[in-house]
């Protein structure tokens, strides 16, 4: 193993013991948990903005959107799978509920693993317009 090799692997573990996320599925801190697998774990928003917010999160590290490649697109919609899978326990799924991705900074991305809202429970506002108002 190359010198630049073993501080790319350095630099990773850092990372991974960094992210609140990955913290969540090692059981390092707490989380109201409503579905888990090998893959995938599901858990309460901590700060909800409807009576239904749940995370869907891969248990690989994938930083954001911008970050995944084709060989992660089952786990993708298997993530999406679970989310519609939720919805239906927490009987919301007649309703409606929204799915989102956050990515990046004008995505307002606050976590850097990847993780899908599951929000609903309510009707939810319409709040996707850029915060510039002179953006044309
Ligand atoms: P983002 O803005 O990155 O799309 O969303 C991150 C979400 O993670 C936020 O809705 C925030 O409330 C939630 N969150 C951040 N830290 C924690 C935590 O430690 N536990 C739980 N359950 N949710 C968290
Ligand atoms: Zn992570």
């Given at each position: 193993m190359s010198r630049s090799e073993s501080i790319d692997f350095k630099n990773l573990q850092l990372i991974f013991m960094d992210c609140i996320f990955c913290k969540i599925i090692e059981k390092k801190i707490d989380a109201k948990i409503v579905f888990e697998n090998k893959e995938i774990i599901a858990f309460k928003d901590?700060?909800?903005?409807?009576p239904v917010h749940i995370l869907i999160i891969p248990k690989?590290?994938?930083?954001?959107?911008?970050?995944?490649?084709?060989?992660d697109a089952k786990l993708l919609g298997d993530m999406i799978i679970a989310a519609r899978n939720i919805a239906k326990d927490l009987d919301i799924a007649e309703n409606g509920y929204k799915l989102l991705f956050r990515t990046g900074k004008h995505g307002g991305q606050e976590v850097d693993h990847i993780h899908l809202h599951l929000i609903g429970g309510a009707a939810l506002h319409e709040e996707i317009r850029p915060l510039e108002v002179d953006w044309k």
């Amino acid at each position: 193993m190359s010198r630049s090799e073993s501080i790319d692997f350095k630099n990773l573990q850092l990372i991974f013991m960094d992210c609140i996320f990955c913290k969540i599925i090692e059981k390092k801190i707490d989380a109201k948990i409503v579905f888990e697998n090998k893959e995938i774990i599901a858990f309460k928003d901590i700060h909800p903005l409807a009576p239904v917010h749940i995370l869907i999160i891969p248990k690989k590290h994938i930083v954001s959107i911008n970050d995944v490649n084709v060989e992660d697109a089952k786990l993708l919609g298997d993530m999406i799978i679970a989310a519609r899978n939720i919805a239906k326990d927490l009987d919301i799924a007649e309703n409606g509920y929204k799915l989102l991705f956050r990515t990046g900074k004008h995505g307002g991305q606050e976590v850097d693993h990847i993780h899908l809202h599951l929000i609903g429970g309510a009707a939810l506002h319409e709040e996707i317009r850029p915060l510039e108002v002179d953006w044309k």
